[in-house]
T-cell receptor, first 115, second 111 residues
């Protein structure tokens, strides 16, 4: 019963470095999401994927790219990390698109620090 | 964009107390979620509701669609209930906007 698995759990990057956050779900969900969580703010949507092969920008997409590799996996890439991207990142999935009254399942989060 | 406000932001209570956390939103929604986040941990879904009331163990969630307001209650609170409780709303009519989240309520239950 893994649910949503994110890797890594912690990462420190230097400004300008790149990295990919991995996310996989084993619940056969169609929709997957990447959020970031910053102190004093609610979670904000970075990117969304309604199904394999489709992705859409969320509220804060700048500086990020995503890939929906298959139905299970949705990765988030930082091409050139900036200190403003220091945050906790959460991957989530749901059976259908949000707005259709379906429960969302979240990963354990990735704590990223950019120095 | 829906504005989601939670109150209180911080709450410290003694073990056994009845706890209430409130959530209000500005625009009509299709559903509201209550989530729990333990320190350093992931986010767990507690409830999803679009009307009325739901109960799970010592947790009760209610929603009033007309007043755009929801409450999360914890009866007989216990130190293990210490966590951040997050309210999130689904936009009405669906779409790709994802959930809109409140800033969370940081709850500490002291023994």
């Amino acid at each position: 019963n893994a649910g949503v698995t994110q890797t890594p759990k912690f990462q420190v990057l230097k400004t300008g470095q790149s990295m990919t956050l991995q996310c996989a779900q084993d619940m056969n969900h169609n929709s997957m999401y990447w959020y970031r969580q910053d102190p004093g703010m609610g979670l904000r949507l970075i990117y969304y994927s309604a199904s394999e092969g489709t992705t859409d920008k969320g509220e804060v997409p700048n500086g990020y790219n995503v890939s929906r590799l298959n139905k299970r996996e949705f990765s988030l890439r930082l091409e050139s990390a900036a200190p403003s991207q220091t945050s906790v990142y959460f991957c989530a999935s749901s059976e259908m698109g949000q707005g259709t009254n379906t429960e969302a399942f979240f990963g354990q989060g990735t704590r990223l620090t950019v120095v | 964009k829906n504005e989601v406000e939670q109150s209180p932001q911080n709450l410290t209570a003694q073990e056994g107390e009845f706890i209430t956390i409130n959530c209000s939103y500005s625009v009509g929604i299709s559903a509201l979620h209550w989530l729990q986040q333990h320190p350093g941990g992931g986010i767990v879904s507690l409830f999803m509701l679009s009307s009325g009331k739901k109960k799970h163990g010592r947790l009760i969630a209610t929603i009033n669609i007309q007043e755009k307001h929801s409450s999360l209650h914890i009866t007989a609170s216990h130190p293990r209930d210490s966590a951040v409780y997050i309210c999130a709303v689904d936009p009405s009519g669906g779409g790709a906007d994802g959930l809109t989240f409140g800033k969370g309520t940081h709850l500490i239950i002291q023994p």
